[in-house]
């Protein structure tokens, strides 16, 4: 597979927001990186507000974002689409998005 779908993952993001309308009209981070050498999620640190966290986890917001993050890493590996393998979702005023960072940019890297 070689062919970059860019509103892939745009998309699927939107579907999270309109499922989890609390959780992202409040502001949040999540930082993720994935393993070096398989295209898969190895961990992610959570920066959100008040008792979102709580939220999020008891909701299925958290699963779900993990999941996606996972696919999004795997699409990417399979489309050979970099950056892949770290990067930054934020959320907040019912909006959320991914921005991909260079390998070794983040904490967890």
């Known amino acids: 597979m070689s062919n970059f779908d860019k509103s892939f993952e745009a998309t699927r993001l939107a579907?999270?927001?309109k499922q989890y309308p609390g959780i992202v009209k409040?502001?949040?981070e999540v930082v993720f990186c994935a393993e070096d050498n398989?295209?898969?999620l190895s961990g992610t640190r959570w920066k959100v507000e008040d008792n979102i966290f709580e939220q999020a986890a008891e909701s299925g917001f958290k699963v779900h974002l993990i999941e996606l993050l996972d696919n999004f890493i795997e699409y990417?590996?399979?489309c050979a689409e970099f950056p892949k393998k770290e990067g930054i979702v934020r959320f907040g005023n019912g909006q959320i998005n991914v921005d991909w960072l260079p390998d070794g940019?983040?904490?967890l890297s």
């Open 15 to 17: 579907m999270l927001a």
């Open 26 to 28: 409040a502001n949040g």
């Open 38 to 40: 398989e295209d898969r």
């Open 76 to 78: 990417r590996g399979k």
């Open 105 to 107: 940019s983040t904490e």
